[in-house]
Antibody
């Protein structure tokens, strides 16, 4: 059964870099059919897309976060990772990793997330 | 950036009633719209994609409609497990970009 699991520090100091990893089990992240993404949700608030990555390493980021975000993939470990630099309290959120629907009809932009990790709370505080 | 506005913010209904949720986009998104359900402490669950296609395993009481800027999620007869927060999400064609609506909470009346 395919599962995604986020891991990383639950507490990050202001101005430092938030680093999270998503481990995919039950299937290969190298499948050509999917994008993999990060989404966050601030406490009591809505959802914000951070970015997506393909197994080739091709990435797309939310323009509002692009200057601070790096998403990478390690196919040998079946993982993809998120780095968010220069964090502030506004970056406190539950961070989810997720998988998109598969490519269809020649398009790999079916960017709706059908499989999610359980999420991990990251608090930015000194 | 395309902004999605969901209404109402809260919908108070009883089990068995019909729920109608709205999502309006600030500009046309074609049919590139999805709906998610989220319960407390859980990740969102994909219900509907491309405006009207039910995701795998989603009961037939959930249906989506609309195109362009106005979309609707309908739950034909609320089950106890349907009381949750619902989000819409759009995807641009190019450059790829995703935004979510602010959510509608469906609560027990």
């Amino acid at each position: 059964q395919l599962q995604l699991q986020e891991s990383g520090p639950g507490l990050v100091k202001p101005s430092e870099t938030l680093s999270l990893t998503c481990t995919v089990s039950g299937a290969s992240i190298s499948s050509s059919s999917y994008y993999w993404g990060w989404i966050r949700q601030s406490p009591g608030k809505g959802l914000e897309w951070i970015g997506n990555i393909y197994h080739s390493g091709s990435t797309y980021y939310n323009p509002s976060l692009k200057s601070r975000v790096t998403i990478s993939v390690d196919t040998s470990k079946n993982q993809f990772s998120l780095k968010l630099s220069s964090v502030t309290a506004a970056d406190t959120a539950v961070y989810y990793c997720a998988r998109t629907l598969p490519c269809s009809g020649g398009s790999c932009l079916n960017w709706y997330f059908d499989l999610w990790g359980r999420g991990t709370l990251v608090t930015v505080s000194s | 950036e395309i902004v999605l506005t969901q209404s109402p913010a809260t919908l108070s209904l009883s089990p068995g009633e019909r729920a109608t949720l709205s999502c309006r986009a600030s500009q046309s998104v074609g049919s590139y719209l999805a709906w998610y359900q989220q319960k407390p402490g859980q990740a969102p669950r994909l219900l509907i994609y491309d405006a009207s296609n039910r995701a795998t395993g989603i009961p037939a009481r959930f249906s989506g409609s609309g195109s362009g800027t106005d979309f609707t999620l309908t739950i034909s007869s609320l089950e106890p497990e349907d009381f949750a927060v619902y989000y819409c999400q759009q995807r641009n064609n190019w450059p790829p970009r995703l935004t979510f609506g602010g959510g509608t909470k469906v609560e027990i009346k």
